[in-house]
């Protein structure tokens, strides 16, 4: 069963922009927390952007001013819209959603994406 949805991912010059979509299935409820994060080949996963209902919306110091989360907890949807690419973002990002629904097949709160690959490159 696919808990996250991901779309927007492809290939795209430095420069050029791409948006993430990620919708999340309905039977998770009480979402409190809905962004992205990404991992490039030989680092660890890194938070991209994540909108948390209390403290508001929170981005890796990488990716201010160029990528702009929004979304709507309410309707289980983010997007990640990314401007001004460089070759630096590429990566597998990630949806992530924390909610009060527990997750039988991890034990947990925390719903994962499969992922989607965004390849910055001349």
């Known amino acids: 069963q696919v808990n996250l949805v991901e779309s927007g991912g492809g290939l795209v010059q430095p420069g050029g922009s791409l948006r993430l979509s990620c919708t999340a299935s309905?039977?998770?409820?009480?979402?409190?927390?809905m962004g992205w994060y990404r991992q490039a080949p030989g680092k660890q996963r890194e938070l991209v952007a994540t909108?948390?209902?209390?403290?508001?919306?929170r981005y890796a110091d990488s990716v201010k001013g160029r990528f702009t989360l929004s979304g709507d907890m309410a309707k289980n949807v983010v997007y990640l819209q990314m401007n001004r690419l460089k070759p630096e973002d590429t990566a597998v990002y990630y949806c992530?959603?924390?909610?009060?629904?527990?997750?039988?097949?991890?034990?947990?709160?925390?719903?994962w994406g499969q992922g989607t690959q965004v390849t910055v490159s001349s």
């Open positions: 909108l948390n209902t209390d403290i508001g919306t």
């Open positions: 309905s039977l998770i409820f009480g979402i409190t927390t």
């Open positions: 992530y959603v924390y909610s009060m629904a527990l997750d039988p097949s991890s034990g947990n709160y925390d719903y």
